[in-house]
């Protein structure tokens, strides 16, 4: 007997709801521009189909600057084509997506090197040059 | 041992987990919470603080569908290592002792941490005859509940027979099961409601009840975050309930292009969850965006509400706890004349509702 195999596809055409997000962010980014303040919108938040996602992707684009975080699984760090609107895909450690952000900011906070990370790194640096020395004596 | 060994921040760093991971982490669990970005560095802050918290899970007239949600709650593994650290001191399925041990462990965690743990509960309480139809170790669950709640700081009601007495307490409710909350009225009670609920919104309540305490409430004790908007409000066929464009059967042209489910029954506007958001199996899909309508498994006595393919125009038999009517005016007034003459028909459907595959076509009311 052949393998029942049942195909579904639901249509998920554009709806609008890209051009509205549009919107917002141009406001958010006035906003920033002028007083400082950041914003993050989640993006998982939204009620998008996948043609809205896809059309808010494309009209964002990309800009210069593409950072990889490789930190507990895989993290995309893009800036888009309009400078302090930034597109954050964070994913786990078998590449399942964890979070969808935009941040309207001039820089990701995620990433800055964390105060924790580097009182941590001090002392790992300190003990490597502990070591070096060991292995350097006479 | 040093005070910071003991807690989370301590076995983050021995799994060498960097505080950029963990940032990475809290931005998740507050973006799923609807909290704002500074809440998620505080977030951060008060988790690695946080020392082992004794829980204590009470299982009643229940499936086990709460607990397999939990279990497979796919999101970061460093969600788990946060609930690795909770000392989950009693739990039925996922306890290695059995029988008077497993009972003696319970009672020795409710004496070690009386006053401080966290209690939570799934499934509903019968209390007719006693409450002789469900009991644990010769105990009934009302004594049980009762007992256990005495010491919790807090309980947290599991799915919707822990929140609204779910199936159990269905028509005509044999058991006499009810909700927690009849039994318990001296501690906070966190409603999560659903069938079962979405498992990171089980995991980010507790995570949010570790860091900032007990989260904002609704009137029926569900925390806002994730219960603050309808299914409906989030749902990415919402512009075609606005254009007016429903889809009339499961197999028709409005179907396939993916308009809004509305008329096949979609309990989307009076049902309060974030599956449209945060999803279902890993972030793939909820009902809806697979071509079903929400069946509205989290809100109080869903399977006594009419049936799961009357459009909510048509009235529903407990229009009491769904408030539906404010909605359903303008999307299909023409629905409604046809059910609501049929007054002794519709009773007997109440209590014995069979889904015909009319039903599914949404040609019940013809």
Known sequence: MSPLSLQIEVAQPKTGMARAVLGELLDHLKIFATSGLTRVIDIQGLPLSDADRDELTGLLGEGEVSAQLNSFGQSQINETRYAGIWWLRHYTEDSALLSELIEITDMPDILRSQQADITSAIEHLAQTIGQQAQENKP | ?366
């Not at chain 2, 006499?176 to 009225?185: E, Y």
């Not at chain 2, 966190?190 to 007990?214: K, Y």
């Open chain 2, 1 to 366: 041992m040093s005070d910071d060994k003991q807690r989370l921040a301590g076995e983050l760093q021995r799994h060498g987990i960097t505080r950029r991971a963990f940032m990475k982490f809290c931005t998740s669990v507050a973006s799923a919470m609807a909290l704002s970005p500074a809440m998620a560095t505080q977030m951060a802050d008060r988790l690695a603080a946080i020392q082992r918290q004794s829980v204590i899970w009470l299982s009643f007239q229940e499936c086990t569908g709460c607990t397999e949600s939990i279990t497979r709650s796919h999101k970061p593994s460093l969600e788990n290592l946060i609930f690795d650290f909770v000392s989950l001191d009693y739990h039925h399925t996922l306890q290695a002792a059995s029988g008077h041990a497993a009972e003696e462990a319970r009672e020795a965690a409710m004496k070690a941490h009386g006053g401080k743990y966290i209690l939570l509960v799934d499934g509903s309480i019968p209390i007719k005859d006693g409450g002789v139809y469900s009991t644990i170790a010769g105990m009934t669950n009302l004594d049980m509940l009762e007992h256990m709640a005495k010491d919790a700081a807090a309980i947290v009601a599991i799915g919707s027979c822990a929140a609204f007495g779910g199936l159990p307490a269905a028509a005509p409710n044999p058991t006499g099961a009810v909700p927690v909350s009849d039994i318990v009225h001296d501690k906070p009670i966190i409603n999560i409601p659903g069938c079962p609920p979405i498992p990171v919104v089980m995991t980010g309540v507790l995570a949010h009840v570790l860091t900032f305490g007990i989260p904002e409430l609704d009137g029926m004790g569900r925390p806002k975050a994730f219960y603050g908007d309808t299914i409906h409000d989030r749902c990415y066929r919402r512009p075609y309930y606005d254009r007016g464009l429903f889809a009339k059967s499961f197999d028709d042209e409005g179907a396939r292009k993916g308009w809004c489910l509305y008329e096949l029954g979609c309990k989307g506007p009076i049902t309060h969850n974030a599956c449209a958001t945060v999803k279902w199996n890993n972030g793939t899909s909820f009902p809806i965006q697979s071509g079903h309508g929400c069946i509205g498994c989290s809100e109080p006595d869903f399977w006594d509400a009419g049936g799961f393919y009357k459009a909510l125009s048509t009235g529903s038999a407990n229009p009491g706890s769904w408030a539906a009517a404010s909605l359903a005016v303008g999307a299909a007034a023409g629905l409604a004349s046809g059910f609501l003459n049929k007054g002794a028909k519709a009773e007997a459907e109440r209590k014995h509702q069979a889904i015909t595959v009319d039903d599914m076509r949404g040609k019940s009311d013809e």
